[in-house]
């Protein structure tokens, strides 16, 4: 079966970084350029900044808008993946071969799972208020990590598809590989900012009175402990 001549799950060069030149532009070609530009990671880091953005919300709305941008980031990918294989599927391309393609699929059955036990714990009230307590770390962790592996899966991304597209005419300063490593520089530098943001203490979304009294009540009814108690 015949390789194509971009990675197996990234936005071909001739949808991004070419876009506007004198490029076939197809239907899959349009959909996966702007799912996976705007899906897995602009949406999904737009969900993961609500408590620092809505900081004078109710926790409530923030948690619902939370879960509900990581359900858009999820369905956009979704869609961008289904459109990947589909482009494959028409050219008779090659599927899954490659390490950004492992990746990818990675981030997408991670990203689902994070989401999946995020609303468990966090939105359904079955969670007992010492398991919420103990197990928000590891959601946070794995959120910033799952976060940094779409952003070098992306990378691997642009770098397969200018290897595949350039060749050896890479190491010549091409217009599009030069611009396709700025593009890459700016997503690191993206990726920087919003890591940066997400651990800046004094930019946590700060406990209103009434939500730490609700949270005590909570804990009380759920695991029957005085508010005094700790």
Same mark, same amino acid.
């Given at each position: 079966?015949?390789?194509?001549?971009?990675?197996?799950?990234?936005?071909?060069?001739?949808?991004?970084?070419?876009?506007?030149?004198?490029?076939?532009?197809?239907?899959?070609?349009?959909?996966?350029?702007?799912?996976?530009a705007f899906g897995r990671?602009?949406?999904?880091?737009?969900?993961? !900044?609500? @408590?620092?953005?809505?900081?004078?919300?109710?926790?409530?709305?923030?948690k619902v808008l939370h879960?509900?941008?990581?359900?858009?980031?999820?369905?956009?990918?979704?869609?961008?993946?289904?459109?990947?294989?589909? @482009?494959?599927?028409?050219?008779g391309y090659a599927d899954?071969?490659?390490?950004?393609?492992?990746?990818?699929?990675?981030?997408?059955?991670? @990203?689902?799972?994070?989401?999946?036990?995020?609303?468990?714990?966090?939105?359904?009230?079955?969670?007992?208020?010492?398991?919420?307590?103990? @197990?928000?770390?590891?959601?946070?962790?794995?959120?910033?990590?799952?976060? !940094?592996?779409?952003?070098?899966?992306?990378?691997?991304?642009?770098?397969?598809?200018?290897?595949?597209?350039?060749?050896?005419?890479?190491?010549?300063?091409?217009?599009?590989?030069?611009?396709?490593?700025?593009?890459?520089?700016?997503?690191?530098?993206?990726?920087?900012?919003?890591?940066?943001?997400?651990?800046?203490?004094?930019?946590?979304?700060?406990?209103?009175?009434?939500?730490?009294? !609700?949270?005590?009540?909570?804990?009380?009814?759920?695991?029957?402990?005085?508010?005094?108690?700790?």
């Amino acid at each position: 079966m015949q390789s194509p001549p971009h990675n197996s799950t990234s936005a071909p060069l001739d949808w991004t970084v070419r876009e506007g030149l004198s490029q076939e532009l197809t239907c899959e070609g349009i959909s996966q350029a702007i799912t996976r530009a705007f899906g897995r990671r602009s949406r999904s880091e737009f969900a993961l !900044l609500v @408590y620092r953005v809505f900081r004078n919300e109710t926790k409530r709305t923030t948690k619902v808008l939370h879960g509900l941008l990581h359900v858009f980031a999820l369905v956009i990918a979704l869609v961008g993946v289904v459109a990947v294989f589909d @482009y494959h599927r028409k050219k008779g391309y090659a599927d899954l071969y490659s390490l950004h393609s492992w990746c990818g699929l990675l981030v997408l059955v991670l @990203y689902f799972l994070q989401w999946l036990v995020g609303l468990s714990f966090f939105l359904f009230p079955g969670a007992s208020f010492s398991l919420r307590s103990r @197990y928000r770390p590891q959601h946070v962790f794995f959120g910033a990590a799952i976060f !940094l592996l779409s952003v070098g899966t992306a990378l691997l991304g642009l770098k397969e598809a200018l290897l595949f597209k350039l060749g050896a005419k890479y190491s010549t300063f091409e217009a599009e590989g030069v611009l396709a490593n700025v593009l890459g520089l700016l997503l690191v530098g993206f990726g920087v900012t919003v890591l940066y943001i997400l651990t800046r203490s004094d930019w946590k979304r700060p406990p209103q009175a009434e939500e730490q009294a !609700l949270s005590m009540d909570f804990k009380t009814l759920t695991e029957g402990d005085s508010p005094g108690s700790q």
